[in-house]
């Protein structure tokens, strides 16, 4: 079992729904929690970032972290066609560096005009 | 600014071939960090380095070797390609903060590797 898991998708979804991307986790330890984004044939970006537990919004972004069910999510509300991009979550223990990054598969997310 | 910057785009090599990548960074980072994405497995640490002149190994670090002669460079080289090293490789480099919300990776755009 990956300590990681994030459904690959594609998830395809009209411009303007929201968008509801998860991960799923089985290391109790860890508590900070990134989500990079990846545009195709670029390389990952940090979009977003939260510690422990509760909700962090940014504009049209909210993530939020349910650490007793261990999952995250990341929500996008009025998506965008320049949404469309694969979604990263990446997380790791406190006093963790980026070398000890663990990172889900990606979520493939298609907005349609 | 070009941020990080990784040579070549493509690449195709013919089992048994050696190649080396290259990544170049203009952001003075300290810490930089070679990762290959394969489809349905997220982003696997091959080697990264803290400095110059210093490497180490992730998770994924067997086929590959790594230099770090000149802060800004960090070199990835396949001695003996294998088919199984078919991937897409980033370079990042981050400053050398302490925990990872304080030091975000800054990935370049990516190697397309092929071995036929």
């Known amino acids: 079992q990956k300590e990681v898991e994030q459904d690959p998708g594609p998830l395809s979804v009209p411009e303007g729904a929201i968008v509801s991307l998860n991960c799923t986790y089985s290391n109790s330890a860890f508590q900070y929690f990134m989500w990079y984004r990846q545009y195709s044939r670029k390389g990952p970006e940090l979009l977003m970032y939260?510690?422990s537990s509760g909700n962090k919004e940014d504009g049209r972004f909210t993530a939020q972290v349910d650490k007793s069910s261990k999952y995250i999510s990341l929500f996008i509300r009025d998506s965008q066609p320049s949404d469309s991009a694969t979604y990263l979550c990446a997380m790791s223990a406190p006093g963790g560096s980026n070398y000890q990054l663990i990172w889900g598969a990606g979520t493939k997310l298609i907005i349609k005009p | 600014n070009a941020g990080v910057t990784q040579t070549p785009k493509f690449r195709v090599l013919k089992t048994g071939q050696s190649m080396t990548l290259l990544c170049a960074q203009d952001?003075?980072?300290?810490?930089m960090y070679w990762y290959r994405q394969d489809p349905g497995m997220g982003l696997r640490l091959i080697h990264y380095s803290v400095g110059e002149g210093t490497t180490a190994k992730g998770e994924v670090p067997d086929g590959y070797n790594v230099s770090r002669l000149k802060k800004q460079n960090f070199l990835l080289g396949l001695e003996s390609a294998a088919p199984s090293q078919t991937s897409v490789y980033f370079c990042a480099s981050t400053e050398p903060k302490t925990g990872v919300l304080n030091s975000p990776l800054h990935f370049g755009n990516g190697t397309r590797l092929t071995v036929t």
């Open positions: 952001m003075n980072h300290e810490y």
């Open positions: 939260t510690y």
